[in-house]
Nanobody, 116 residues
């Protein structure tokens, strides 16, 4: 019923910045908590950032604090992840998530590669 499509990934040098977008279609996601997760090759998927329904509360993994910023635009039905001061260890497939309580909705992911 609701589809999430991530975009904005790509190749960036260490110290650079990238902005990821998660566009929802089929239904508004304004009623759901949203988040970003990532999965590096050979590792488990990990939490990156989360945002409340009204955008007033955000949560970040310790390694992302001060570098990443999650935001949402209800009018555009889109969630963003601004990533600054990127490090090689940030290389991963980044997934958008919608907490629908009864189930977790995931996008297909977008690859971020941090390398010189």
């Amino acid at each position: 019923q609701v589809q999430l499509v991530e975009s904005g990934g790509g190749l960036v040098q260490p110290g650079g910045s990238l902005r990821l977008s998660c566009a929802a279609s089929g239904r508004t996601v304004s009623a759901y908590k949203m988040g970003w997760f990532r999965q590096a090759p050979g590792k488990e998927r990990e939490f990156v950032a989360g945002i409340s329904v009204n955008g007033g509360n955000t949560d970040y993994a310790d390694s992302m604090k001060g570098r990443f910023t999650i935001s949402r635009d209800g009018a555009k039905n889109t969630v963003y992840l601004q990533m600054n001061s990127l490090k090689p260890e940030d290389t991963a497939v980044y997934y958008c998530n919608a907490d629908m309580r009864s189930l977790q909705l995931w996008g297909q992911g977008t690859l971020v590669t941090v390398s010189s």
